[in-house]
């Protein structure tokens, strides 16, 4: 009795937690400080690439499960490569100014300001997504071990709703974002993005054994991609850096705070009024 108790409990887990987890990762990736074309444009180009090439060239099994899982391994090969560049280009971001303004930078890295509501920084994300796929590869892997029919076809409904919009909506949402690194600084996404891709054409090189695209196809699609986002990435750095928010510059304020504030003198006291 306490076996089938214990086990309905974890079947109620699973469900409910891969629910909750799916809805709180897509709202996360919604709640953006700004979204610009340029991320866009990334998005778009990154989907074309990977749902082409997937579709042409999927697993050895054919038809559309064939060609669902080339696009999982293609897109979790770029979670990988982004979560790594995210972490390095984090630690640049933080170190890159004085010791004194480290903190704030430090902080918006978890959670930032946007106009009016507070948003989830990108490590925050990056970690919500990294639980969220645990949770939903744990309850897929369930689906086959219930030697019960039913419960595994109920199991099925259930879970692969929330699966399937989590595995095509949030990797699609961070090739363009980069699990929203704006939110902490509008230039971290732009700077990410070569990196992801350089990083992203060489793990595809090593999957070639998994997802068979001729190599006269694969080489074209993957030096254009990332011909387009190194083009992206400098006219967007540039246009940032015209507006005051260059990497070393603050984001939330759009320039470096001023060394001789307005209200202050240059020995630091209150000027007169």
Same mark, same amino acid.
């Given at each position: 009795?306490?076996?089938?108790?214990?086990?309905?409990?974890?079947?109620?887990?699973? !469900?409910?937690?891969?629910?909750?987890?799916?809805?709180?990762?897509?709202?996360?990736?919604?709640?953006?400080?700004?979204?610009?074309?340029?991320?866009?444009?990334?998005?778009?180009?990154?989907?074309?690439?990977?749902?082409?090439? *997937?579709?042409?060239?999927?697993?050895?099994? =054919? +038809?559309?499960?064939?060609?669902? =899982?080339?696009?999982?391994?293609?897109?979790?090969?770029?979670?990988?490569?982004?979560?790594?560049?995210?972490?390095?280009?984090?630690?640049?971001?933080?170190?890159?100014?004085?010791?004194?303004? $480290?903190?704030?930078?430090?902080?918006?890295?978890?959670?930032?300001?946007?106009?009016? %509501?507070?948003?989830? &920084?990108?490590?925050?994300?990056?970690?919500?997504?990294? @639980?969220?796929?645990?949770?939903?590869?744990?309850?897929?892997?369930? !689906?086959?071990?219930?030697?019960?029919?039913?419960?595994?076809?109920?199991?099925?409904?259930?879970?692969?709703?929330?699966?399937?919009? %989590?595995?095509?909506?949030?990797?699609?949402?961070? *090739?363009?974002?980069?699990?929203?690194? @704006?939110?902490?600084?509008?230039?971290?996404?732009?700077? @990410?993005?070569?990196?992801?891709?350089?990083?992203?054409?060489?793990?595809?090189?090593?999957? +070639?054994? !998994?997802? *068979?695209?001729?190599?006269?196809?694969?080489?074209?699609?993957?030096?254009? &991609?990332?011909?387009?986002?190194?083009?992206?990435? *400098?006219?967007?750095?540039? $246009?940032?850096?015209? $507006?005051?928010? +260059?990497?070393?510059? =603050?984001?939330?304020?759009?320039?470096?705070?001023?060394?001789?504030?307005? =209200?202050?003198?240059?020995?630091?006291?209150?000027?007169?009024?």
């Amino acid at each position: 009795m306490l076996g089938v108790l214990g086990a309905f409990v974890l079947w109620v887990i699973q !469900i409910v937690g891969t629910w909750v987890l799916v809805g709180l990762t897509v709202m996360a990736l919604f709640l953006r400080t700004s979204f610009s074309l340029f991320t866009l444009a990334r998005t778009i180009v990154t989907a074309a690439v990977v749902l082409t090439l *997937a579709y042409r060239y999927g697993l050895a099994t =054919d +038809g559309f499960f064939g060609w669902v =899982d080339a696009v999982i391994v293609k897109y979790g090969l770029m979670a990988i490569v982004t979560s790594i560049v995210l972490v390095v280009l984090a630690g640049v971001y933080v170190l890159v100014v004085p010791p004194g303004r $480290r903190r704030p930078r430090l902080v918006r890295l978890f959670l930032s300001n946007g106009e009016g %509501f507070t948003a989830p &920084g990108p490590l925050s994300i990056l970690a919500l997504a990294g @639980a969220t796929t645990g949770v939903v590869a744990w309850s897929m892997n369930a !689906i086959e071990e219930y030697d019960n029919a039913f419960v595994s076809l109920v199991t099925a409904i259930l879970i692969l709703l929330p699966a399937g919009i %989590f595995l095509f909506l949030a990797p699609l949402s961070v *090739a363009g974002t980069i699990f929203n690194a @704006a939110n902490a600084h509008p230039a971290l996404p732009s700077l @990410a993005a070569p990196f992801v891709t350089v990083g992203a054409i060489v793990l595809d090189r090593f999957s +070639g054994k !998994i997802i *068979a695209t001729p190599d006269s196809l694969k080489d074209p699609f993957a030096l254009t &991609g990332l011909l387009i986002t190194v083009m992206l990435s *400098a006219i967007e750095l540039v $246009r940032l850096r015209g $507006r005051g928010q +260059g990497l070393t510059q =603050d984001a939330e304020a759009g320039m470096e705070p001023s060394p001789n504030p307005i =209200d202050e003198t240059e020995s630091g006291a209150p000027a007169p009024r």
